[in-house]
């Protein structure tokens, strides 16, 4: 899909967790370059839960990038009022995170399918994107921004923003 | 339904969650303010309106549930939601038990604190959409039901209008039929207590130990036969209006118990000690002239007076022919409509006869006509033979098991002076039958054995 002009410089950063060749297709199939260095995400584990606290997260990356950065994971985020997050975003900041640990088909006891993954994961960073440029969550549950608690609402979502959604985007300051 | 519109205020002692909450209510495109404590949350609803407060169960200070208990107290039009930070079932019992919507348990699964919020939020819009709602239909529909165009009823409409935004008394006089309760409700309708109940108490269903205990309620134990407690009407009514209808009918013993409770605003239930304090409008009404009961010292001056602060006189239907065309056609259609069947109008002939009866039981003998012609006539219009009203130019006698009904009761009445105790024995049915056909019928006594009666 064509993405407006100002996604020109977002880097996508590898967190941890996320095999080098999805990271490698995720970027080839949304445009955004892969940035360097790794973010190392042990700061922001948290032992009693096993899981990674996702605001720590962009905290961390926007230490280290100075311009717009989405951190692609593969491991289980949360924030602490929440059991998990599929990912976060600053609206209208600079740094958002996405994890594809939930969107996995074996983290429900079924059978990996790598497609549906690579899928998940594209609707779920492009999703944060439009945090990051300042979207809420939009009423529309088949466009990109609608909310999603649950992978069945992700697969439910279209590839694509409401033309409402796209519209705001493509009017955003590069 | 755009989440932009609605309002969210967090109230946690904890930084932490705060900052996620409003993060996450944020991103659902809510508009979300936090507080870091009950007495914050409390001024700032005290000084904007808010569709929905999550709080903490366990804050210092004031906990939840006192907030809760405290938006509770003070009627605040808002929706709340209680966090516990463990599954505390008590905590949850006790939070719904105050009128929390729901609670949920920290860390909350996204698409559980997802749908929570929404219901309640969905919950606080029909609310407030069915109190605008009822508001809306109240002032539209109170004046419509008092039909007709004459002065008279003009002058009763702007009447009503005046008096239902002031909280004083009102006493409606008028023939039997005339429409009284239906004035009644229009004054409620209208007033600021027509949110709360509007409680009818005809007075003269009742013997003077039931009207005690309905008026006033009783203790459990107070009688034989009372073994519950109940509420009388007063209490019921809860800050709205209480509609005495025969007020004339109440013996002198009942009259002083309600002059008290007039003056007291405060009644003791029967067979109880303790006062309760009662929060009522009175609207009274009669069909007798209260002014002649008090000079015949059958009705206490000083309650009449208490009722008599404003007075609306309801004119008989003879008053005021000119409305009948308009009322037969209204319960013409009422009754078509009810009874599913087509009638268009009334025939020349049909109409003829109505406009020109004398109509001794007033509109509700009218309506009483058109409800049975509806049942006995051949669509699309009602024609006269429909109508069961005597046309002394034919002399031929209905001979409807009603028209002869109406004919033996005002017989036996009369026979008995219009005692309706007697009446009512003679006619082996109670005396609570007697008056409701009485009032069915629209019988009322002639002048002069009214006087006569004492």
């Not at chain 2, 659902?28 to 914050?40: C, D, H, L, Q």
Request: hydrophobic content about 40%.
């Amino acid at each position: 899909m064509k993405l407006p002009a100002w996604v020109a410089g977002v880097r996508l950063v590898p967190v941890g967790g996320l095999p080098p060749e999805l990271l490698e297709e995720i970027s080839r199939r949304s445009g955004i370059p892969v940035g360097s260095p790794a973010l190392d995400p042990s700061p922001a584990y948290d032992p009693a839960r096993d899981q990674y606290d996702s605001t720590r997260l962009l905290l961390e990356l926007k230490a280290r990038w100075e311009g717009r950065v989405v951190g692609a994971a593969g491991l289980d985020l949360f924030i602490p009022v929440l059991t998990f997050v599929f990912g976060e975003a600053e609206m209208g900041g600079r740094a958002a995170v996405f994890s594809i640990h939930r969107l996995r088909q074996e983290f429900y006891g079924l059978p990996a399918n790598r497609d549906l993954l690579v899928e998940r994961a594209l609707r779920e960073m492009l999703h944060e994107l439009g945090h990051l440029a300042g979207l809420p969550h939009c009423p529309d549950a088949a466009c990109l921004m609608s909310p999603a608690h649950s992978v069945e609402q992700v697969d439910a979502k279209n590839a694509q923003y409401c033309p409402a959604c796209r519209t705001r985007l493509e009017c955003l300051p590069g | 339904m755009s989440p932009e519109k609605y309002s969210i205020l967090i109230v946690d002692d904890e930084q932490v969650v705060r900052d996620s909450l409003v993060h996450w209510f944020t991103e659902e495109g809510y508009e979300v303010e936090a507080a870091a404590s009950a007495p914050e949350a409390l001024s700032r609803l005290a000084s904007r309106e808010l569709d929905l407060v999550i709080a903490d169960i366990r804050m210092p200070g004031m906990d939840g549930l006192e907030l809760l208990e405290k938006i509770r107290s003070e009627q605040l039009d808002t929706s709340v939601i209680i966090m516990t930070g463990y599954a505390s079932v008590e905590g949850a019992v006790r939070a719904l038990k105050q009128g929390a919507f729901d609670y949920v348990t920290k860390p909350f699964d996204p698409d559980e604190l997802s749908v929570a919020v929404r219901n309640a939020l969905e919950q606080h819009r029909l609310k407030r959409e069915n109190r605008l709602l009822r508001q809306q239909l109240a002032e539209s529909f109170a004046l419509t039901e008092l039909i007709g165009q004459s002065e008279p009823m003009r002058r009763v409409r702007e009447q009503i209008e005046t008096v239902a935004g002031v909280d004083s008394t009102v006493l409606i006089e008028g023939e039997s039929g005339t429409g009284k309760e239906l004035v009644a409700r229009a004054i409620h309708r209208l007033s600021p207590r027509r949110f709360n109940p509007l409680v009818v108490v005809h007075c003269g269903a009742l013997t003077e130990t039931l009207i005690e205990s309905e008026l006033f309620g009783h203790e459990k134990g107070a009688f034989t036969g009372a073994q519950y407690r109940k509420k009388g009407k007063f209490e019921a009514a809860m800050g709205g209006t209480v509609f005495l209808d025969e007020i004339a009918d109440i013996s002198l013993k009942t009259q002083t118990d309600l002059l008290r409770v007039l003056q007291e605003r405060e009644i003791v239930r029967v067979g109880g000690t303790q006062p309760v304090k009662v929060d009522f409008r009175v609207i009274a009404a009669t069909n007798r002239n209260l002014s002649d009961l008090v000079k015949e010292g059958r009705f206490r001056s000083d309650l009449y007076y208490r009722l008599n602060v404003f007075a609306i006189q309801l004119p008989p239907l003879r008053e005021r022919h000119g409305d009948v065309p308009l009322l037969a056609a209204h319960f013409l259609e009422k009754y078509s409509r009810q009874m599913n069947r087509k009638f268009t109008g009334f025939d020349r002939g049909a109409m003829e006869l109505l406009v020109s009866h004398n109509w001794p039981g007033n509109v509700r003998e009218l309506e009483n006509i058109v409800e049975r012609a509806v049942v006995v006539g051949r669509e699309p219009l009602i024609r006269a033979p429909d109508l069961a009203i005597n046309r002394p130019s034919e002399g031929s006698e209905d001979l409807s098991l009603e028209a002869v009904e109406r004919r033996h009761i005002i017989r036996v009445l009369e026979d008995f002076a219009w005692n309706q105790t007697q009446a009512a024995k003679a006619l082996g049915i109670d005396r609570v039958t007697l008056y409701h056909k009485i009032r069915r019928y629209g019988l009322k006594p002639p002048e002069r054995t009214r006087t006569t009666r004492a």
